[in-house]
């Protein structure tokens, strides 16, 4: 008897101890755990679309009974005050809800799309835009963005490209860091007032979906995996992102929503996020279509075993979990498990505290120093990619400017996708930029088309008049915003309706054309760049668009955006992106046989056997990282002042910048290795560092960039991660073309 009180006293203090261990929040998951029915956990792990302001007499009931864990999609601030009211006052345990949307780019101000934002190569913009968006988003109840979309994205006819951050992993990384901090702050807490919980998507390889076609099937292998597609998710996962999201794409056969490998190997074993994974839209449902599961209760079990923690919109865990336990094919921790990622966000987001939003405390939308922010983002997205003459910068002593085409006055349009919570009456086009410059009297405007689409000429006839009423044409073209985002794909590069045509008929007039182009991807428009004699890419740019448009076309503002993703000649280029493999046949630059230089009947093996296309060739439209300037820069005296490291120190290079022209300007200096020999082969260059620099007319400054060895490594044929010594080329430039190198080693 002595013996069991003893081994009983022991068992006691040792779970005292473990209780005593844990952590002040996780004792409250705990503690809740421990009070949870079965129904109460299904219900943490379910998550429903909204009711545009109402709440259904059925969903209150379900709120009060503890069966809904998240809500999606609400973004009345009174509407959400009273589901959480139900949650926290009526419910038997009274713990709250997250409420998601998509905040992607903005929520009443809309910044650029993301893929214009990566065109600023500035993270602190893109942190400080993340910031604003969870403000403003906070107000209206949101406490959870299904954002940053970090899925790296080689493939402009893949409709989410606007999406995302580009197609280089050291960018997309960045940027990834950036909007994470920007969300959900950066002091270490989830998360002071107007932060809210950030969401890494799509866990992973979505933006590889095979010919650009959203919901496609992905095939990638496991190094290019670990050192290309997962690096950005690493990164945000490093910086307290606190929930993934998966992908509704199958990676390698099997489907994201089901993978063990992506979330429980990678995710939880290797990278020990405790954090919180959510399915995307319907997706553990969409297991079926995929051929994965035979049913919802299959689809249900396997997204749980593989660690999807909570379901959004579709049922299969509501209707299914408990079934799945009473016949003993799912264990009830995985259940918990699931159950305590999800009460820890709750924990950290304060919710338990502050579950309530003032509803007075809405605050003006569109204040100057939100506005400030919008406008500076825009205007370090633009991309100038042609200035024939030094046509730009236009002088505000013109006498008069015509503003033509379907894009120059759509305050919504160039808003861009996922755009939801916008005020686009917020919205500065491009012809309001202008005339707010240079005065209504001196803008000639005709829209040509009605729409991007429009395939109606009868509006050329009014855009010549203006064009040739006029010292200079500004055209601007592009695409509508539902021409991009998720599951709006296009097999053709171009611009759509009859845009092509209205601009050869300016063109036509003899009058100095300016071409803007306003679209959620990388258009391959190199004949229409012909009859133009410069060409901005605005991207969607936003709420503060249109101004910041007239700042550059004027010369307030020296246009200092590059390009985030290579600009292919024509669709038949993709994929095509800077950081490929080299080959064992490159293309000799200087002798290769174009289709047009082909004798008749030459002789089968006459032409060499190099990698190339006859019709295209093997170069892009534009590099990656491209971009001009009103200036001119120039690299000079690039040094490395650690010519040989070891594989636990730090290369140490830099470069000096001039500023050889007349005005103040920025340059992005990016800085390219390529890894000569590895067990693997290694891609031909590989963005390491970048920096954005100011420089006055005239002046010159050293730009200095210390690079860890660990940035070299990569994942070997065992799928070890290693820095292996050899010999490595670096260059610096101002693209991914840039030639200044030299030469530095590992030992």
């Keep these: 008897?002595?013996?069991?009180?003893?081994?009983?006293?022991?068992?006691?203090?040792?779970?005292?101890?473990?209780?005593?261990?844990?952590?002040?929040?996780?004792?409250?998951?705990?503690?809740?755990?421990?009070?949870?029915?079965?129904?109460?956990?299904?219900?943490?792990?379910?998550?429903?679309?909204?009711?545009?302001?109402?709440?259904?007499?059925?969903?209150?009931?379900?709120?009060?009974?503890?069966?809904?864990?998240?809500?999606?999609?609400?973004?009345?601030?009174?509407?959400?005050?009273?589901?959480?009211?139900?949650?926290?006052?009526?419910?038997?345990?009274?713990i709250p809800l997250l409420i998601g949307r998509d905040v992607v780019h903005g929520f009443k101000t809309i910044f650029p799309i993301p893929l214009g934002q990566a065109a600023t190569w500035n993270p602190e913009i893109v942190k400080k835009g993340a910031g604003i968006a969870a403000q403003e988003a906070s107000l209206a109840g949101v406490n959870w963005t299904f954002a940053p979309m970090i899925d790296i994205a080689r493939d402009s006819r893949w409709g989410r490209i606007a999406e995302s951050f580009g197609e280089d992993p050291y960018l997309v990384s960045k940027m990834a860091v950036a909007s994470t901090e920007g969300f959900q702050g950066t002091n270490g807490s989830l998360f002071s007032n107007g932060k809210i919980a950030a969401c890494a998507k799509h866990f992973a390889g979505y933006g590889a979906a095979e010919g650009g076609r959203d919901y496609n099937t992905t095939l990638i292998p496991e190094g290019e995996l670990r050192d290309v597609y997962f690096k950005s998710f690493k990164a945000a996962k490093d910086a307290g992102i606190r929930t993934f999201m998966t992908g509704f794409n199958d990676l390698n056969g099997v489907p994201a929503s089901g993978n063990q490998f992506l979330f429980r190997k990678v995710l939880r074993e290797e990278w020990q996020f405790d954090g919180m994974v959510v399915s995307d839209w319907a997706s553990i449902h969409e297991l079926i279509s995929h051929g994965f599961s035979s049913d919802e209760k299959d689809a249900a079990k396997k997204a749980l075993i593989a660690g999807v923690d909570m379901e959004m919109a579709s049922t299969c865990y509501k209707n299914?979990?408990?079934?799945?336990?009473?016949?003993?094919?799912?264990?009830?921790?995985?259940?918990?498990?699931?159950?305590?990622?999800?009460?820890?966000?709750?924990?950290?987001?304060?919710?338990?505290?502050?579950?309530?939003?003032?509803?007075?405390?809405?605050?003006?939308?569109?204040?100057?120093?939100?506005?400030?922010?919008?406008?500076?983002?825009?205007?370090?997205?633009?991309?100038?990619?042609?200035?024939?003459?030094?046509?730009?910068?236009?002088?505000?002593?013109?006498?008069?400017?015509?503003?033509?085409?379907?894009?120059?006055?759509?305050?919504?349009?160039?808003?861009?996708?996922?755009?939801?919570?916008?005020?686009?009456?917020?919205?500065?086009?491009?012809?309001?930029?202008?005339?707010?410059?240079?005065?209504?009297?001196?803008?000639?405007?005709?829209?040509?088309?009605?729409?991007?689409?429009?395939?109606?000429?009868?509006?050329?006839?009014?855009?010549?008049?203006?064009?040739?009423?006029?010292?200079?044409?500004?055209?601007?073209?592009?695409?509508?915003?539902?021409?991009?985002?998720?599951?709006?794909?296009?097999?053709?590069?171009?611009?759509?309706?009859?845009?092509?045509?209205?601009?050869?008929?300016?063109?036509?007039?003899?009058?100095?054309?300016?071409?803007?182009?306003?679209?959620?991807?990388?258009?391959?428009?190199?004949?229409?760049?012909?009859?133009?004699?410069?060409?901005?890419?605005?991207?969607?740019?936003?709420?503060?668009?249109?101004?910041?448009?007239?700042?550059?076309?004027?010369?307030?503002?020296?246009?200092?955006?590059?390009?985030?993703?290579?600009?292919?000649?024509?669709?038949?280029?993709?994929?095509?992106?800077?950081?490929?493999k080299n080959s064992g046949r490159p293309v000799d630059p200087n002798n290769w046989p174009s289709i047009d230089k082909i004798p008749v009947k030459a002789y089968q093996t006459s032409l060499g056997n190099t990698s190339h296309y006859m019709d295209e060739g093997f170069e892009p439209l534009y590099p990656f990282g491209f971009g001009l300037s009103y200036t001119d820069f120039e690299y000079s005296d690039l040094r490395i002042e650690t010519p040989v490291i070891a594989r636990t120190e730090e290369l140490k290079v830099s470069v000096l910048l001039s500023n050889k022209g007349k005005c103040t300007a920025e340059e992005v200096v990016q800085v390219y290795i390529r890894d000569l020999v590895g067990d693997v082969t290694r891609p031909i260059r590989e963005l390491k560092a970048f920096d954005r620099v100011k420089l006055k007319a005239g002046e010159a400054k050293r730009v200095s960039f210390t690079i860890p060895a660990s940035e070299l490594s990569f994942h070997n044929q065992q799928m070890t991660n290693v820095v292996e010594p050899g010999k490595f080329?670096?260059?610096?430039?101002?693209?991914?073309?840039?030639?200044?190198?030299?030469?530095?080693?590992?030992?």
């Excluded at 909204?50 to 209150?60: R, T, Y």
């Design 320 to 580: 299914h979990i408990k079934e799945l336990l009473d016949e003993g094919l799912i264990n009830i921790d995985l259940v918990d498990d699931a159950v305590r990622n999800i009460l820890r966000i709750k924990i950290e987001l304060g919710l338990f505290e502050h579950p309530y939003v003032d509803e007075n405390g809405q605050g003006e939308i569109g204040e100057k120093d939100i506005e400030k922010a919008a406008l500076e983002a825009a205007e370090q997205s633009i991309v100038l990619l042609k200035n024939k003459n030094k046509l730009l910068p236009l002088s505000t002593k013109i006498n008069s400017v015509a503003v033509i085409g379907p894009m120059a006055h759509e305050k919504y349009e160039q808003l861009g996708t996922w755009s939801f919570d916008a005020d686009s009456l917020l919205s500065i086009t491009p012809l309001e930029g202008i005339r707010n410059l240079l005065g209504n009297a001196m803008v000639n405007f005709a829209k040509g088309l009605k729409y991007t689409r429009d395939k109606n000429s009868d509006g050329f006839k009014q855009a010549i008049k203006a064009a040739k009423s006029s010292d200079v044409v500004v055209v601007c073209v592009g695409e509508e915003a539902i021409l991009s985002g998720e599951a709006h794909c296009r097999a053709r590069l171009d611009l759509p309706g009859i845009q092509k045509e209205l601009i050869q008929e300016i063109s036509e007039t003899g009058k100095p054309v300016v071409l803007i182009v306003m679209a959620g991807r990388a258009l391959s428009i190199g004949d229409v760049y012909e009859n133009a004699d410069a060409v901005l890419y605005a991207w969607h740019p936003g709420t503060m668009g249109g101004t910041a448009l007239a700042n550059i076309l004027f010369g307030k503002v020296s246009p200092s955006g590059k390009l985030p993703i290579t600009m292919p000649k024509s669709v038949g280029q993709i994929p095509m992106h800077y950081n490929h």
């Design 1 to 94: 008897m002595v013996n069991r009180f003893y081994v009983l006293g022991i068992c006691l203090c040792l779970l005292q101890s473990c209780v005593s261990s844990l952590s002040a929040n996780d004792q409250k998951i705990e503690k809740l755990l421990s009070q949870m029915t079965i129904d109460e956990k299904i219900g943490q792990m379910c998550q429903i679309n909204g009711f545009s302001g109402q709440i259904p007499d059925k969903i209150k009931e379900e709120i009060k009974a503890g069966n809904v864990g998240s809500i999606l999609n609400e973004v009345d601030v009174k509407t959400v005050n009273e589901i959480q009211k139900t949650a926290i006052e009526e419910s038997r345990l009274g």
């Design 729 to 747: 080329m670096l260059w610096i430039g101002g693209d991914s073309n840039a030639d200044l190198g030299a030469e530095f080693a590992v030992k």
